[in-house]
């Protein structure tokens, strides 16, 4: 099975503060900008989510089902 797994991000903005999850590939990380005021951001490092990938997982883990590691989707 082919997955296509793209990494959600969290980034805070340098200039109003605000927070959000963005989809983007490390290679394009660079080119994001705040989505309220246009300034530049940061990345806020709290772990990597995925988007994508099969569907699954169980409430223990927190991957979501995209991950062929933990517990609860090495089961499915």
């Known amino acids: 099975m082919e997955m296509n ?3 959600l991000y969290l980034f805070r903005c340098k200039e109003c503060g ?3 999850e963005k989809l983007t590939s490390i ?3 660079g080119e994001t900008v705040c989505e309220k005021c246009g300034a530049g951001v ?3 490092y709290d772990g ?3 988007f ?3 569907s699954g997982g169980s409430a223990s883990c927190g ?3 995209n991950c062929a590691g933990c517990a609860g989707c090495s089961q499915n």
């Open 18 to 20: 605000h927070k959000f």
């Open 52 to 54: 994508g990938g099969k």
């Open 48 to 50: 990597v989510r995925v």
């Open 63 to 65: 991957c979501g089902g």
């Open 27 to 29: 290679s394009r990380m």
């Open 5 to 7: 797994i793209v990494p």
């Open 42 to 44: 940061e990345r806020v």
